[in-house]
């Protein structure tokens, strides 16, 4: 990976970077896809308005090359710039899909409103419905917020988070020539429970002496059957069966079928024991099932798990 980043002023600052995903993709090479690598890139400008305030816009890009180029490595330019000079350059329309990139936005905004409060919030573009009307939006955002109260000696933290990613973000289809999804040995590179979902999470932490800390947390999720790799398609190209999620007009804002929900509620205790070094237990349980299964229909089992913390020297 390359990363860099500028300085512009006291208020204004600039991160790009750029790195390979796939190593070894050059063994996978066909004469019908003569990209080497999968790439990402990303860059983004953080504003600091003022000491409580800060907002920050981002672009990131999936892409395929034998390598990325002066364009990327300098992040100077949009990457929707980037992909259009690329193409522009290259003499056959035979390899357009080749040189196409996945591209993501988001904007993102910090607020501390008074001491021991702060407010967050993300908006994620994945693709705007311009070009045809059957065309989801698609996309996410994320809101949250965190009080850090004192009371009866104790210093206390509760916060609040609710997450939201529609369907068919992360992934393209680019008639399969470009390999541009959003993942990376299968795991999304974005929210980490991928696309398709909805989140709660409310979180309350206390701090009871130098030494004792104590936390718990309530996360509802709903998940549904969208995932990385299924694409909207437009019409029904590329698509295995009419039933296939991801063709032709299916919404991208309604959790596809079938939601399942998963419910989990957690405790957890620490001890410092100096300054470098805390060791804790941790138990959560979580219950599963199908949204819409018939009363009395029995959901996956029950998880129940505990673990031992230990960190030192950091």
């Known amino acids: 990976f390359v990363e860099h980043q500028i300085r512009l002023g006291d208020r204004l600052r600039f991160l790009a970077f750029t790195g390979a995903t796939q190593a070894h993709a050059a063994r996978q090479a066909t004469s019908s896809n003569p990209a080497r690598r999968r790439y990402v ?16 816009l981002s672009e990131g890009a999936r892409y395929q090359a034998d390598s990325p180029g002066p364009l990327y490595l300098s992040g100077i330019l949009p990457y929707t710039l980037v992909e259009r000079l690329a193409m522009q350059d290259e003499p056959s329309d035979s390899t357009e899909n080749f040189l196409r990139n996945n591209i993501l ?8 409103p008074r001491p021991g ?3 967050y919030a993300e ?21 949250g917020g965190t009080f850090a109260p004192a009371w009866r000696g104790w210093d206390w933290t509760l916060g609040a988070e609710y ?22 040995q299968g795991r ?8 398709d979902v909805e989140a709660l999470l409310l979180r309350c932490g206390a701090i009871a002496t130098r030494r004792w800390s104590a936390a718990a947390w309530l996360r509802v999720v ?58 804790g237990v941790s138990v959560d349980h979580a219950r599963s099932r199908r949204e ?9 089992p029950a998880l129940t798990r505990l673990r031992l913390l230990l960190s030192a020297g950091g």
Not at 105 to 112: A, F, N, T
Not at 124 to 143: C, H, V
């Open 117 to 119: 409060l702060m407010l």
């Open 105 to 112: 936005w988001s904007l993102d905004l910090m607020w501390r």
């Open 222 to 279: 709903r998940k549904g059957a969208g995932e990385i790799g299924r694409p909207w398609t437009p019409g029904r190209a590329g698509c295995a069966s009419t039933e296939t999620p991801g063709c032709g007009d299916a919404p991208a804002w309604t959790l596809a079928e079938p939601v399942g929900r998963t419910a989990q509620i957690g405790l957890e205790a620490r001890y410092r024991a100096g300054s470098l070094t805390w060791f």
């Open 41 to 56: 890139s990303a860059h983004r400008l953080l504003w600091n308005v003022h000491p409580d305030l800060a907002l920050s």
């Open 292 to 300: 819409g299964s018939a009363e009395g229909e029995p959901g996956e």
């Open 188 to 195: 999304p590179l974005g929210y980490a429970r991928g696309p």
């Open 123 to 143: 908006l994620l573009a994945d693709d705007i419905a311009t070009e045809t009307a059957d065309m989801p939006t698609r996309g996410g955002f994320q809101i």
């Open 163 to 184: 997450t939201r990613v529609s369907n068919y973000t992360y992934s393209v289809y680019y008639q399969d020539l470009c390999r541009c999804d959003w993942e990376h």
